[in-house]
């Protein structure tokens, strides 16, 4: 089946092998655990980080900021490369939480496909559903990976049908779960007619596959006990009857998703996973970009920043900036326009992901995510190119949700604290605005949880103490309209406007009241609560 299914592609072979794609999830459906076992059996790590294992052990790969390993969750996109089989895998792994959907947003620009992570017991939450909602704008092909099939789950009609519900979408089975939680044995692969059998003893292993010819092969008896055999035989019939047959084209149109089932921390079902990301993931798609799109298959190189990430490594003061190649051979040493300041950067030393570990990149090809160490030239939405002023569009930028006052512990500072903000605004962690009236700066983020990672990421990262008051603004708009309208308005709202990182005009405000009496008295002004990273 899987051999019948590959695209013949008018793709450079080289460009065509590989599958970039990112893996989201709510938190918790075990999405960083299914990223450690691609890698497993990618061949790039030799031990997954079991989450239960006695110290450094248990620090997963792809989870390297001080805080991600204190508290066991995903703060920030990681990219990882690895090859399976004939293929090139470039996995972006985004944070869970509601708190950094941002960085996840923006990780789905750079990517052709999504995983979509469940969790058998709890079926499609409230961030999967925000995050599909998003691959939904994007076209994006979805594959769909049930987890945690090993506890108590719910009825596999019962979750299908939740996914087709909830996310409008058709689903297709690619493999049936024989049984659920302790009685879970493992899966029938409905695509090849094999049998998957789970080994709970070694967490690292591959699953034993037994070939079968169809439901009524007497293997099957021999392998399973009578009940489940005689369930799954009735259940996969039912499948057949009522969902729809896997439809590649419908994949690709973002229409269909087929559904494997598994348990991550027991490597089971990963693999088939995986074969079906090789299968029947997009290869490299063209970009969208001003004034015209991108083509992968392009001989001259292009590509464009969807992430900064500061201080990877806290001994130099680093920033990597993640480059998605857009098309063309890269090779190490090239010349590439920067098309916002429209100078020439010599890339000499980019590298290649492996979680934190990186190494250096001789080549890359269309597809690809490279890392190009900078000090504060490349930022989000920048595109690089051999000549050609081209403009990659649509990687959004969000007006914050949640705004306070930043203060250095020791004023002395405060010019320090002042270079720390605009490194982090520039990295896309936070909005930061200088008000036009008064000191200090209002800092925005989107949750909660993301003023403890910068005060911790300030303190760690600059030696620097900071405190998060609470300001008398509530929300923020980018205020956009003609010179004349726009120093008119800033001139008689003195005390509500403030300059964010990049010197766009900003309208902070206390009540959605602010908001209407704006619209009503300034009909020359738009206030937007998003804006296209594009420069």
Same mark, same amino acid.
């Not at 990430?309 to 490594?313: E, I, R, S, T, Y």
């Not at 804006?531 to 420069?535: D, S, T």
């Given at each position: 089946?899987?051999d019948?299914?590959?695209?013949?592609?008018?793709?450079?072979?080289?460009?065509a092998?590989?599958? @970039?794609?990112?893996?989201?999830s709510?938190?918790d459906?075990?999405? @960083?655990?299914?990223?450690?076992?691609?890698?497993?059996?990618?061949?790039?790590?030799?031990?997954?980080?079991?989450?239960?294992?006695?110290?450094?052990?248990?620090?997963?790969?792809?989870?390297?900021? *001080? %805080?991600?390993?204190? &508290?066991?969750?995903?703060?920030?996109?990681?990219?990882?490369?690895?090859?399976?089989?004939?293929?090139?895998?470039?996995?972006? #792994?985004?944070p869970?939480?509601?708190?950094?959907?941002?960085?996840?947003?923006?990780?789905?620009?750079?990517?052709?496909?999504?995983?979509?992570?469940?969790?058998?017991?709890?079926?499609?939450?409230?961030?999967? *559903?925000?995050?599909?909602?998003?691959?939904?704008? &994007?076209?994006?092909?979805?594959?769909?990976?049930?987890?945690?099939?090993?506890?108590?789950?719910?009825?596999?009609?019962?979750?299908?049908?939740?996914?087709?519900?909830?996310?409008?979408?058709?689903?297709?089975?690619?493999?049936?779960?024989?049984?659920?939680?302790?009685?879970?044995?493992?899966?029938?692969? %409905?695509l090849?007619?094999?049998?998957?059998?789970?080994?709970?003893?070694?967490?690292?292993?591959?699953?034993?596959?037994?070939?079968?010819?169809?439901?009524?092969?007497?293997k099957?008896?021999?392998?399973?006990?009578?009940?489940?055999?005689?369930?799954?035989?009735?259940?996969?019939? %039912?499948?057949?009857?009522l969902l729809?047959?896997?439809?590649?084209q419908?994949?690709?149109?973002?229409?269909?998703?087929?559904?494997?089932?598994?348990?991550?921390?027991?490597?089971?079902?990963?693999?088939?996973?995986?074969?079906?990301?090789?299968?029947?993931?997009?290869?490299?798609?063209?970009?969208?970009?001003?004034?015209?799109a991108?083509?992968?298959?392009?001989?001259?190189?292009s590509?464009?920043?969807?992430?900064v990430?500061?201080?990877? +490594?806290p001994?130099h003061?680093?920033?990597?900036?993640?480059?998605?190649?857009?098309?063309?051979?890269?090779?190490?040493?090239?010349?590439?326009?920067?098309?916002?300041?429209?100078?020439?950067?010599?890339?000499?030393?980019?590298?290649?992901?492996?979680?934190?570990?990186?190494?250096?990149a001789?080549?890359?090809?269309?597809? #690809?995510?490279?890392?190009?160490?900078?000090?504060g030239q490349?930022?989000?939405?920048?595109?690089?190119?051999?000549?050609?002023?081209?403009?990659?569009?649509?990687?959004?930028?969000?007006?914050?949700?949640?705004?306070?006052?930043?203060?250095a512990?020791?004023?002395?500072?405060?010019?320090?604290?002042?270079?720390?903000?605009?490194?982090?605004?520039?990295?896309?962690?936070?909005?930061?605005?200088?008000?036009?009236?008064?000191?200090?700066?209002i800092v925005?983020?989107?949750?909660?949880? *993301?003023?403890?990672?910068?005060?911790?990421?300030?303190?760690?990262?600059?030696?620097?103490?900071?405190?998060?008051?609470?300001?008398?603004?509530?929300?923020?708009?980018?205020?956009?309209?003609?010179?004349a309208a726009? #120093?008119?308005?800033?001139?008689?709202?003195?005390?509500?406007?403030?300059?964010?990182?990049?010197? +766009?005009?900003?309208?902070? @405000?206390?009540?959605?009241?602010?908001?209407?009496?704006?619209?009503r #008295?300034?009909?020359?002004?738009?206030?937007?609560?998003t804006?296209?990273?594009?420069?």
């Open positions: 089946m899987l019948n299914a590959q695209k013949t592609s008018a793709l450079p072979p080289e460009i092998r590989r599958r @970039t794609f990112a893996i989201i709510h938190p459906a075990g999405k @960083t655990t299914l990223t450690e076992k691609f890698l497993l059996f990618g061949g790039a790590i030799q031990m997954a980080g079991q989450v239960r294992a006695k110290g450094e052990a248990r620090r997963t790969r792809s989870d390297f900021m *001080q %805080m991600e390993k204190d &508290r066991g969750i995903s703060v920030s996109a990681s990219a990882m490369s690895f090859d399976f089989k004939e293929f090139r895998f470039n996995l972006v #792994d985004t869970g939480h509601s708190d950094f959907s941002e960085d996840t947003y923006r990780t789905l620009t750079a990517v052709d496909a999504a995983v979509m992570v469940i969790d058998g017991a709890k079926g499609v939450e409230s961030q999967t *559903q925000k995050l599909f909602e998003v691959c939904r704008l &994007r076209d994006l092909p979805i594959l769909t990976f049930c987890n945690k099939m090993d506890r108590e789950s719910r009825d596999t009609f019962d979750i299908i049908d939740e996914i087709q519900e909830n996310l409008a979408i058709d689903v297709t089975p690619a493999s049936w779960p024989i049984g659920v939680g302790r009685e879970f044995a493992g899966c029938y692969d %409905m090849n007619d094999r049998l998957e059998l789970m080994d709970r003893a070694d967490r690292n292993k591959v699953a034993a596959s037994i070939e079968i010819n169809g439901l009524d092969d007497p099957l008896d021999e392998h399973l006990p009578a009940d489940l055999v005689k369930k799954l035989r009735e259940e996969v019939e %039912m499948a057949r009857e729809p047959p896997l439809d590649p419908a994949v690709l149109e973002g229409h269909m998703t087929p559904i494997w089932f598994g348990s991550a921390i027991n490597s089971f079902g990963v693999k088939e996973l995986m074969n079906g990301i090789a299968t029947y993931g997009p290869e490299p798609q063209p970009q969208s970009a001003e004034p015209r991108i083509a992968p298959d392009e001989t001259k190189v590509g464009f920043v969807f992430k990430q500061a201080n990877m +490594d001994k003061r680093d920033r990597v900036a993640f480059v998605r190649m857009a098309s063309g051979h890269f090779k190490r040493g090239m010349k590439l326009t920067h098309v916002r300041s429209k100078k020439p950067m010599t890339i000499s030393n980019p590298v290649l992901f492996l979680a934190s570990d990186r190494e250096l001789d080549e890359a090809w269309a597809g #690809d995510i490279i890392g190009i160490p900078n000090h490349l930022r989000i939405g920048d595109t690089l190119t051999e000549g050609e002023a081209l403009r990659v569009s649509g990687i959004p930028s969000f007006a914050p949700e949640l705004l306070q006052t930043a203060r512990g020791d004023p002395l500072k405060s010019k320090h604290l002042e270079k720390a903000l605009m490194q982090f605004a520039e990295e896309g962690a936070a909005k930061v605005f200088k008000p036009a009236f008064g000191s200090g700066f925005g983020v989107v949750g909660a949880l *993301q003023f403890e990672v910068l005060a911790s990421r300030i303190e760690l990262e600059y030696g620097l103490p900071v405190r998060f008051e609470s300001s008398q603004f509530t929300s923020a708009r980018w205020a956009q309209g003609n010179r726009l #120093d008119a308005f800033i001139k008689a709202n003195p005390l509500h406007i403030a300059h964010d990182n990049d010197g +766009d005009v900003v309208y902070l @405000t206390r009540l959605q009241w602010d908001i209407d009496r704006v619209e #008295d300034y009909p020359d002004i738009r206030l937007t609560a804006k296209e990273m594009m420069v």
